[in-house]
């Protein structure tokens, strides 16, 4: 279900009122002439940001596909690369999500795979709830053998403030069903994605 039933009313206008409030708090005269339109600039790209809130990634993996020929190995989808942002501090997130399910008896379009990264992504996060709402949607809705999920990104939260470490990722990941249960399927996994050789 999608988060939206959820989400107070704010109006556009409160919204561009609270971006000029913070411009004020900042120092800045939220009038003058190269400032005028940021509210609305600023309004804009938060919807965009955070668009996950407006739908169930879950919805994407509803239509799924039988006929494979009898295929029965693993699925992998590998840098699918994303932005999201950090609930502490709303600093971005940038990274890639590599993801694999070993199918049961159906499978979906992989551009399904990456729409689910992304509408988790587009929500204030933080990677290790990301890493895991990702594995748990294409568990629980595709009923797959097991998902394996990988994420590595870097935090502006840490490279622009606080401790001002540049060229860090943190690494997450979630396995479930064989890819938890089996090594040597995880292994196979993480072969595919480069991680056991350092490559991101």
């Known amino acids: 279900m999608s988060d939206e039933a959820h989400r107070p009313t704010v109006s556009r206008e409160q919204a561009e009122e ?14 003058r ?23 169930d990634p879950a919805d ?15 699925i992998v989808l590998r840098d699918i690369e994303f932005e999201s942002h950090c609930e502490h501090h709303m600093a971005a997130i940038v990274g890639r ?12 379009g992989i551009s399904k795979l990456a729409r689910v990264v ?12 990301l890493t895991a709402q990702i594995a748990q949607c294409i568990h629980e809705t595709l009923q797959p053998l097991g998902v394996a999920v990988v ?8 490279t622009t403030r606080g401790v001002h470490k540049r060229g860090v990722s943190m690494i997450t990941s979630q396995m479930l069903g064989v ?13 595919y994605i480069g991680i056991d050789r350092g490559v991101r």
């Not at 002439?33 to 739908?55: H, M, N, Q």
């Not at 994407?60 to 693993?74: A, I």
């Open 60 to 74: 994407y993996l509803m239509r799924t596909f039988e006929e494979v020929g009898g295929y029965d190995e693993m």
């Open 118 to 129: 992304d509408g988790f992504a587009r929500r204030l996060q933080v990677q290790e709830k």
């Open 151 to 158: 994420v590595d990104a870097t935090h502006e939260c840490m």
């Open 33 to 55: 002439e190269g400032l005028i339109d940021t509210p609305k600039r600023v309004v804009k790209a938060y919807s965009d940001w955070f668009s996950g809130y407006a739908s």
């Open 97 to 108: 999500a590599h993801v694999a399910y070993l199918p049961r008896n159906r499978v979906v």
């Open 179 to 191: 890819f938890r249960e089996d090594a040597r399927t995880r292994s196979e996994f993480l072969s």
């Open 18 to 31: 609270a971006i000029r409030t913070l411009l004020l708090w900042a120092g800045e005269d939220p009038a």
